[in-house]
């Protein structure tokens, strides 16, 4: 696949309803898109850096200067294979993971389109359909919670996850314990807390959640090793896990039980899967988180969690919670009994609808080898 043109471009879409956690509420995404233009075939990833860096050190704005100024020249005229070559020709730059991502999925996406095969068998993945859970934000009050919680159940998820942070947190899961004793439930502080919090977090026990989610810094191990060993609930980590070598070391250290797996965080699928492969030999599940995506790094992420080690339910639900309209047909729905079939099409599986991304564009900017711009 000769990668003749790259295409950089941002979109804007309002949530159907404001998500927030321990770090900030969101209304509306601002969303960098990335199209790799191959031989008659486009390859299309998301990036899933947010408007600001709050969840990581990534935002819209970082993400679109280092495509720009660094990974689009390096790919530029290339031939590659396959999307598994891709990271090879980025290593040059550190970090900027969410950024690299968005370039290698879509080389993927390419790739399996010119293959005629689908996504997820392009990455290895054998489950037919995945098991879904939900991220529910921090309310504006309890009931509103109740509420949430309620009716995600009632459409079928599977497990329910809680945002939680200092002040929202043993209050609300004691009021949805009494309620569903027996629902699979888990919360996520995204890097709340400290270890003076120790015996508050070891008195979560009492709720028997699945995982306790990144309680601590985004960039430790070492503490959440010391406080893994204090708690019965198993800790799982997402911002802490940046690759496979992480995974292995916090694995090592006893820093979490359980790993959340978000492609754009580890910098693309090929670190992705060798994330997952890494925690299926040392018989850690792993799931698939989400940031709250369009269609198509919905469509990634459901490709993605058709790998075997992806055990547990994960935050890939429907497009109707995030978006009035998706920009994918059709969009993702969810089973009653909390699951999306795995599309067995060529290709990821779902079209994009691109009158509506163009509608939706606020800035595009084409790049073509040997050009600076075009
Ligand atoms: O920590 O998993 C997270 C959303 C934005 C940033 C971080 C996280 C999340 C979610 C939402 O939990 C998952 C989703 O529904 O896409
Ligand atoms: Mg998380």
């Known amino acids: 696949m000769k990668i003749e043109a790259i295409t950089l471009r941002e979109i804007q879409m309002p ?3 404001f ?8 209304y509306h995404r601002r ?15 998301e ?9 990581s050190a990534e935002s819209v704005e970082t993400a679109w200067y280092c495509a720009e100024k660094y990974l689009a020249p390096m790919l530029l005229g290339k031939s590659v294979a396959a999307g598994n070559e891709v990271p090879a020709l980025l290593t040059r730059v550190r970090g900027n993971r969410m950024a690299k991502a968005a370039i290698e999925n879509a080389t993927w996406d390419a790739e399996a389109q010119i293959r005629n095969a689908p996504l997820h068998q392009v990455l290895g993945g054998t489950r037919k359909e995945i098991n879904c859970g939900v991220s529910i934000g921090i309310q504006d009050s309890p009931e509103q919670l109740l509420e949430k919680i309620a009716t995600e159940l009632a459409a079928g998820y599977q497990r329910i996850k809680l945002k939680v942070k200092p002040g929202w947190d043993v209050n609300i899961l004691e009021r949805v314990r009494s309620k569903w004793p027996d629902i699979l439930l888990s919360c996520d502080a995204n890097s709340a807390y400290t270890m003076h919090d120790a015996a508050h977090l070891k008195s979560f026990d009492r709720f028997r959640l699945l995982m306790i989610e990144q309680p601590l810094w985004n960039d430790d191990f070492y503490f959440h090793g010391r406080l893994q060993r204090q708690l019965d609930t198993a800790i799982c980590l997402d911002e802490g896990i940046r690759n496979a070598r992480d995974a292995e070391a916090a694995i090592e250290h006893g820093s979490c039980r359980i790993i959340n797996i978000k492609v754009g965080r580890v910098g693309g699928f090929s670190e992705a899967i060798k994330v997952h492969f890494v925690a299926e030999r040392a018989n850690v599940p792993v799931w698939c988180g989400g940031m709250l995506e369009t269609g198509l790094g919905r469509s990634h992420n459901i490709a993605l969690s058709s790998l075997e080690n992806f055990r547990l339910p994960g935050d890939v639900s429907a497009s109707k919670r995030y978006w009035k309209e998706d920009i994918i047909e059709p969009e993702v729905t969810v089973s009653a009994k909390g699951t999306i079939p795995v599309p067995q099409s060529a290709g990821r599986g779902f079209r994009l609808r691109e009158d509506l991304i163009e509608r939706l564009t606020t800035r595009k900017q084409t790049f073509r080898a040997g050009a600076t711009s075009a």
């Open 31 to 45: 969303i960098m898109l990335l199209t790799v233009h191959c031989e008659g075939v486009d390859g299309w990833g």
């Open 15 to 17: 949530l159907v309803h």
């Open 47 to 55: 990036c899933v850096a947010g408007e600001d860096p709050f969840f």
């Open 19 to 26: 998500f927030e956690t321990s770090f900030g509420r969101t």
